[in-house]
């Protein structure tokens, strides 16, 4: 199971990590870097970078947590709720779920207040891999 949170394109200012969305996402990444029950458990947290027009030097595309389990993805959204909450639901954060118990991952990440990519794209819940963007190298 794959969980993939990202700005909306254009939100924010330009240059670099700037813009207020954006930093939200870098705060997200750190956040579940740092959260030691899913490392232990084996989340792998990763993050893309892409050009965007107008900006100075690559911006920060998306953040993912790669989870072997969909007992680990609920762990992910309970985490991911607790930024979310400690940040004052500040910016605009969405997500694409991919893998297997997508119906309950979506809902509890939209019950934290969070956006569900794949509804603006006439998704799937990603069954069959869906649309995604995967603009950008990962570092």
Known sequence: MDIRFSVPQGVGDTGGEGGENVKELASLR???EDDD???SA?????SAYADRPGAMGDVLEWVGVACGAASLAIDVTHSVRAWWRS???DGEITFVVRGE???RIRGLLHDAGLSDGDSDRGGDGGRDGGSDRDGGASR
Do not use: T
Not at 42 to 46: H, I, M, N, P, S
């Open 30 to 32: 750190d956040w579940l």
């Open 37 to 39: 029950e899913l490392r």
């Open 42 to 46: 084996g989340a792998r947290v990763e």
């Open 101 to 103: 118990d997508v119906d």
């Open 87 to 89: 940040r004052g639901h």
